[in-house]
């Protein structure tokens, strides 16, 4: 790279160099800031171009930037895309044998690269302090910054030892970047880092080509199949709550015909690798993991994001949803609930000694399952969580494109409770769910009789509502706090507060339940621009393979030649020559030269069959 390169104007680097015609909100102002030598901190959505507010500065400007990052595959990913665009990046960390790494060390002495990636526990180690001042390090960024912090969902105590860099760079300005950081978080971001003076850039939360779904847990696996069985050709990420329901659930989703591998910490690291590269390479459909996957994970074209289980808080949800989409296309986020979640939850928040830590988990579990039940808009419900004015409709969840009603449940809810009070009180003991419900419907089966509850006052009382909508007012009432169950026998009982609002029959309503049906994926996105213009999908499945086969021969992830929404404008707009090739969003001047010949032909070719067979 030469130095004529740092004469460009912002916008002509950015395309130059990443193929972009315009910036993302707040890229701009941040790379101005930067490259006046202001300390930065900035908090922008996954997915809103965090990466490129430290790479393009590097560009700009002659020096090293050096890059704390906190995971391995991750410096991996962001490097292999630099060095297809044409930038001179590497990475030092465990995953390189020592001769690699001596020649990588070599050409930092050269002063070869622009980007150093590296662990934070590298960063620290004397020998690598002393051949960092070698370097010429002109900035340093800190990826994932809200590590930082114990009050950070990703608290990584080596992040603490950063401020070193302070003693040993003086004069670097540093710019801090995260995507979730609540003010606590901030703070210690800002303390931590010894930020001096920091330009503040806080981003908007809200994703529009995101669309939120929560459905009536019943049956999931059936669900999830449907869900996977309508997008065949999407990756997909299912979060479950622990290890062994990641390796259960991948085994069956297999089973069904649907690749599908699982991810969390217990597995062999090698496995664990593997199974992460394979999704990635777009070689896997669907990945089935605990909370431990997701942060190093770059993949751009992760189509939709499923919980099957319900979170512990809402911030650890918006963070996992993050993973969808980040190309900007249209992309799901799901999540499968019903009261037994809650109830699973709560159980192991009583496990906590700590009071206060019991508390907030209590608090924080409050208002993720306050944003399962609601039936106004989830969009504004979670920008509201991070402090940010929302409207009252967004145009892209199933509460505002089948707005429904809630039903007064405050009868219902006397009957449901009383009927539970009935049952205990009748033999001493409590039974399950369904049972309950069997005694409201005046279901004849034979523990009915041979427990003697057909005769209990509550026995049929409750026809009004079907089986489905007593589940779901069981979940509010769980919710509520009115009704425990018990995670083991999955039995249902009263508590204090049930009684209480028995006795003082309180007003309560519920949102009548939705089910993963056919058709889930076609409903309308108003907030998601970017699947407005049609394209030709025939043409988008053949560019995938063409680039599936050149990633391949690279040994680099599919999105590293061209990410999905560049392949989708390119079947839009089927540009037949390298001028126009060049107009396409992403295409930079080192990938016109490496790729656009083979894509453009292959464009031409294309549509010279179909001109043929049509003829």
């Known amino acids: 790279m030469t130095d004529a390169m ?53 560009l700009m400007r002659p020096g090293l930037v050096l890059v704390i990052s906190p995971l391995i595959a991750l410096m991996k990913d962001q490097v292999d895309a630099l060095n297809a665009n044409g930038i001179p990046a590497t990475f030092l960390n465990s995953s390189i044998d020592a001769a690699t790494a001596s020649g990588r060390l070599a050409g930092l002495d050269r002063g070869e690269y622009r980007l150093l990636y590296v662990a934070p526990e590298r960063l620290v180690l ?122 259960d659930l991948a085994e069956k989703i297999a089973r069904a015909g649907i690749s599908a591998v699982p991810y969390h910490a217990g597995l062999p690291p090698n496995v664990r690798a593997r199974n992460q590269e394979r999704f990635v390479r777009d070689e896997i459909q669907v990945v089935c993991a605990t909370i431990a996957f997701g942060m190093g994970i770059d993949k ?58 019991r508390a907030r988990s209590e608090r924080l579990l409050a208002q993720m399952l306050d944003y399962a039940s609601t039936s106004t808009c989830r969009r504004a419900h979670v920008l509201r969580y991070f402090g940010e004015d929302a409207p009252a409709e967004c145009g892209n969840c199933d509460n505002c494109l089948n707005p429904v009603e809630r039903l007064d449940g405050t009868l219902a809810a006397q009957k449901f409770l009383s009927c539970l009070y009935r049952i205990r009180e009748h033999r001493g003991f409590s039974t399950g769910a369904q049972h309950v419900i069997d005694v409201l419907l005046g279901a004849a089966t034979e523990k009915m009789r041979t427990w003697g509850h057909d005769a209990l006052s509550t026995y049929g009382v409750g026809t009004e509502l079907s089986r489905d909508e007593w589940m779901a007012l069981l979940s509010e009432l769980i919710r509520l706090g009115y009704v425990e169950q018990e995670s083991a026998h999955k039995t249902v009982f009263l508590t204090p507060e049930g009684m209480a609002a028995l006795r003082q029959k309180r007003e309560i309503s519920f949102a009548p339940p939705r089910f993963v049906s056919g058709k889930t994926k076609k409903k309308t996105r108003k907030g998601a621009a970017a699947s407005a213009e049609p394209f030709e999908e025939d043409l988008f ?22 990410s999905d929404a560049a392949l989708r404008e390119m079947a839009r707009v089927k540009p037949t020559t390298l001028q126009r090739f060049r107009g396409v969003s992403g295409v930079g001047d080192v990938k016109l030269e490496r790729y656009g010949t083979v894509f453009v032909e292959a464009i031409a070719a294309f549509e010279d069959r179909k001109d043929q067979a049509s003829a």
Do not use: M
């Not at 101005?32 to 030598?37: P, R, T």
């Not at 020998?127 to 809200?146: G, I, K, N, P, T």
């Not at 920091?198 to 939120?212: A, D, I, K, M, T």
């Not at 086969?549 to 030649?561: E, F, I, N, R, S």
């Open 126 to 247: 004397p020998s690598f302090l002393e051949r960092l001042a070698r370097w010429d390090v002109r900035r340093v960024a800190v990826d994932e910054a809200h590590c930082v912090s114990e009050w950070g969902h990703d608290f990584r105590p080596e992040y603490r030892q950063l401020s070193v860099l302070r003693e040993r760079l003086p004069d670097a300005p540093v710019i801090a970047v995260t995507a979730t950081a609540t003010g606590r978080v901030r703070e210690d971001i800002e303390r931590f880092l010894q930020l001096r003076s920091p330009e503040r850039f806080v981003g908007s939360f809200n994703r529009p080509n995101l669309q939120y779904r929560v459905y009536e847990k019943r049956d999931p696996l059936k669900q999830l199949l449907a869900w996977t069985a309508e997008r065949p050709r999407e990756s997909g990420i299912v979060y479950v709550s622990s290890r062994a329901a990641a390796e």
């Open 6 to 58: 740092e004469t460009l104007t912002l916008d002509d680097a950015l395309k130059h160099h990443f193929g972009y015609d315009s910036f993302r909100p707040l890229q701009r102002e941040i790379v101005e800031a930067s490259l006046g030598g202001a300390d930065i901190l900035a908090l922008l959505p996954t997915g809103g171009g965090k990466s490129l507010c430290y790479q393009l500065p590097a």
């Open 300 to 357: 751009p074209n992760v189509r939709y994001v499923v919980h099957y289980d319900v979170p512990k808080n809402l911030e650890g949800y918006y963070q996992e949803t993050g993973r969808a989409g980040r190309d900007g296309l249209p992309s799901d986020c799901v999540l499968f609930y019903n009261g037994g979640d809650a109830a699973k939850q709560r159980h192991f928040i009583r496990q906590i000694g700590d009071d206060a830590e």
């Open 541 to 562: 499945e053949h560019l995938r393979r063409l680039r599936k086969g050149l990633a391949d021969d690279q040994g680099v992830p599919p999105y590293v030649v061209f």
